[in-house]
């Protein structure tokens, strides 16, 4: 089916431009003003913000191992809700994607039960265990997007020169989840004020910004692409900020919850959907965060969509898993607390939300081009509505965002021409 969709605001290159965009046969065919078609649904965007399908770099869909939390096909569903059309899985599945004919075989499921593309990383070690690295070349040769052990960092430097040495001969970026186990003193939120307060057990933040220092080094020495993955504290962005100057390859992500949220908001009944890894830092690192979205050192954000049980959420602060679903509050979350409040431009939001980590991970999206992809995303930036658990695709509930009212929800998101998702109309 072809679609034209009719007054947006739509973000092309960098600058808006009122008018209609004409989806046929997959692709961007057209777009101007009074645009017209035949045999094309039309739909009348009334001013509504049209912006290339969004990419998410880090998610977790849980499948295969734990359907429980997710599948292929929630999570997607659930991306197409947020507005992404290009999301790339995280390997910590079960069986591990760790060689090429487990990466194809994720490849051919995702493509088969997917609703938006979904790029597959392979693990930086077999079975994401400590030990041997994974053939580079033949999980790149399979098509995986990255590496990455994510959920767990790279204990032994060892391992990690050698997995850089391997990548930089691959052609491949390394995600790394940075967290120096050593240093952690079984915490399960970050040490300070607020532990205190609340009795639970702190973990330095030097358990992320120890094993940074180390990884830049290294990366810079075997001349690799690293991905710093969530980074939290004002002194990763440091460390990144010199680490840049010095011509490292380094690019950085940050989550929506380490832009907004920081220790302080832990409620005192210890609600656990404000437990992740890594943990809220202080209001100094988010506010850090934000500066450092804006003026470019941090390149993108990745939702970290980290779906879980409700049962497995009800085990307290420190039974509970790590982790928070993102996809589907990820836009509208940052538009209400960044945007509105003129801390972010609505450009950089858009930028590091679509090219940006089509740029970093050399994807083919990112960008609404004529005779391109139609991969959109349309949000409606007009109305207010309140997060609501049972409204989620994904079969994760936990989310902080629930009960807080937000701008800027996805319309409707269209994959390759095909309407993927589309708000229903509310009573
Ligand atoms: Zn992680």
Redesign the pocket.
């Known amino acids: 089916m072809d679609y034209l969709l009719k007054n947006g605001h739509i973000y092309v290159n960098g600058e808006f431009f009122d008018g209609d965009i004409l989806l046929q046969n997959g692709r961007i065919s057209a777009l101007g003003v009074d645009l017209s078609a035949d045999n094309a649904t039309v739909l009348d965007l009334q001013g509504k913000l049209v912006t290339p399908g969004l990419v998410d770099l880090h998610v977790h869909f849980r499948d295969p191992g734990q359907t429980a939390k997710e599948t292929i096909a929630t999570g997607s569903r659930a991306a197409a809700r947020g507005g992404f059309t290009t999301v790339a899985a995280m390997p910590n599945v079960e069986p591990v994607p760790d060689n090429a004919a487990r990466i194809k075989h994720m490849l051919d499921r995702n493509a088969q039960e997917a609703v938006v593309h979904v790029k597959q990383y392979s693990s930086i070690t077999i079975n994401r265990a400590a030990g041997d690295c994974v053939d580079f070349a033949a999980v790149k040769a399979a098509g995986a997007v990255a590496v990455s052990n994510?959920?767990n960092g790279i204990q032994s430097a060892k391992t990690m020169w050698e997995a850089l040495l391997g990548c930089k001969a691959a052609g491949l970026p390394l995600a790394e989840?940075i967290e120096e186990d050593s240093l952690k003193y079984g915490g399960v939120m970050t040490a300070g004020k607020r532990a205190q307060e609340l009795g639970l057990p702190g973990a330095p933040t030097v358990v992320e910004t120890s094993q940074l220092g180390r990884d830049l080094a290294l990366a810079k020495a075997a001349g690799a692409h690293y991905h710093a993955?969530?980074i939290s504290t004002a002194d990763s962005i440091k460390m990144v900020r010199a680490a840049k100057a010095d011509g490292v390859q380094v690019t950085a992500e940050a989550t929506p919850h380490h832009l907004l949220l920081a220790d302080s908001d832990i409620p005192d009944n210890q609600d656990t959907n404000f437990k992740m890894?890594p943990p809220l830092r202080s209001a100094a690192d988010r506010d850090a965060l934000v500066r450092a979205l804006a003026d470019g050192t941090i390149d993108i954000v990745a939702t970290?969509h980290a779906p879980h049980t409700a049962d497995e959420k009800a085990a307290g602060f420190c039974g509970a898993p790590n982790g928070i679903t993102g996809s589907e509050t990820c836009f509208a979350a940052l538009y209400t607390d960044l945007v509105l409040t003129g801390k972010l431009p609505l450009t950089r939001l858009l930028d590091v939300l679509t090219s940006a980590p089509a740029r970093i991970f050399e994807l083919d999206c990112g960008h609404i081009l004529p005779g391109g992809a139609a991969d959109i995303a349309v949000f409606d930036l007009a109305h207010a509505e309140t997060v609501c658990a049972a409204d989620f695709a994904s079969k994760g509930k936990n989310s902080p965002w629930v009960g807080r009212e937000l701008r800027g929800n996805c319309y409707c998101t269209f994959v390759d021409g095909k309407l993927v998702y589309k708000q229903e109309e509310k009573a």
Do not use: A, E, L, Q
């Open positions: 994510d959920g989840h993955c969530h890894n970290d």
